[in-house]
């Protein structure tokens, strides 16, 4: 008597449970639903369930994916990928600098690449990327928990592209050279006159001053701009050789390298007297900018890579293996320890879309000579 009492209790306990777990599951199902038939009106596809995905990739069974992120964080990446999903061939290959991109850019339009599923977006052909991209409501999806990416790096405009890191800009200083009461505090200290003519280096494709945007606003950039032009600094082009021209003595101070490409060169130089240094606002841009081919044949398989990306298990590979290369924007990562507590200005992906304009327009006033045509 006294047992068929206890097991009446706990089959009524489990009918409660169960009763609870239907109640708030048909509370979200039409929020749910609501967001599927609105996505749908305007074109993309959504899933209303993370093991719905799963079985679909599980059918594809394939992922081929293009990045630029380093060798050795690939062979991270997709080992621990491999691991959470076994039944997946996967095969990342890395597809680095604008003439590669532009030539696979060439390739999809004219229909080839069709063995791709999801690629990175260089960050100088964004736009030109985005009608090659399947419409996935991934941000819809995020946002209903339906795939676990943090709505903060979806591309909110395009709702598809994921950005699984973001590269913090800095100023890179030979502490040899360079005494510590002379680095720059702010931005505008590059203005002084202690600075003019061949005192730093400043790069020719400026996304460091561009990304300065979103805090300060196009004009004060710009006049920012013109004002660095007019203190005549020594125009370089691309950051990895120039440190370590500085660790070598040749230069003294740098304006905005990535903060993981001055790690890079620190530990492959550590005696080499290389320091960097935050000034704020920090100028901040996504990058690892994802996003699934029209032409994918696995985007289901794809929909789970650029999730792994985002990630706990994704950013702590990111943050070891690139170095810091994981988002500012996801708690947890070391970037956001480092900037904690800083102001940012954050080129996010749905400010992407202008990065090219800004950068053109920083160019430009820069002031370069002009060549004169001749007679």
């Known amino acids: 008597m006294k047992m068929h009492f206890f097991k009446s209790l706990g089959l009524a306990f489990l009918m409660a449970i169960w009763a609870v777990d239907e109640a708030s599951t048909a509370a979200s199902s039409p929020n749910l639903l609501k967001a599927k038939q609105e996505a749908e009106a305007k074109g993309y596809t959504f899933i209303t369930s993370h093991d719905e995905v799963v079985a679909k990739a599980k059918k594809e069974g394939r992922l081929r994916v293009t990045t630029t992120l380093e060798p050795t964080t690939v062979k991270e990446l997709t080992k621990a990928f491999k691991a959470e999903y076994p039944f997946l061939d996967i095969n990342v290959e890395e597809i680095t600098g604008p003439e590669a991109q532009q030539r696979f850019i060439l390739e999809i339009k004219a229909g080839a690449g069709k063995q791709w599923d999801a690629t990175v977006l260089h960050d100088d052909f964004y736009n030109e990327y985005l009608p090659l991209l399947k419409k996935i409501d991934t941000l819809g999806m995020a946002t209903h928990g339906v795939v676990q990416i943090p709505t903060q790096v979806v591309d909110s405009e395009s709702r598809a592209v994921v950005s699984a890191g973001t590269s913090l800009q800095v100023i890179a ?124 044949e696995h985007p289901y398989a794809a929909l789970l890579w650029l999730e792994f990306e985002s990630s706990p298990r994704g950013q702590k590979i990111l943050d070891e293996f690139e170095p810091y290369g994981a988002s500012v924007l996801i708690p947890g990562s070391k970037q956001e320890g480092l900037a904690r507590g800083r102001k940012l200005s954050v080129v996010r992906g749905s400010d992407l879309h202008r990065m090219t304009e800004w950068v053109a327009k920083v160019v430009e006033a820069y002031g370069f000579p002009k060549a004169e045509r001749t007679k």
């Open 173 to 296: 200083y030979n502490e040899k050279l360079v005494a510590a009461d002379r680095v720059p505090n702010a931005w505008e200290d590059f203005l002084k006159p202690q600075f003019k003519g061949k005192k730093f280096l400043v790069d020719v494709r400026p996304q460091e001053v561009a990304a300065l945007v979103p805090a300060w606003g196009l004009e004060k950039t710009l006049d920012f701009a013109r004002r660095i032009g007019a203190q005549q600094p020594v125009w370089i082009r691309g950051a990895t050789r120039m440190l370590t021209a500085m660790v070598a003595g040749e230069y003294g101070l740098f304006i905005g390298p990535n903060l993981h490409t001055v790690l890079e060169a620190i530990r492959k130089h550590p005696t080499g007297n290389l320091a960097y240094k935050f000034l704020e606002p920090i100028p901040t841009r996504s990058r690892e900018n994802v996003g699934i081919l029209n032409t994918a």
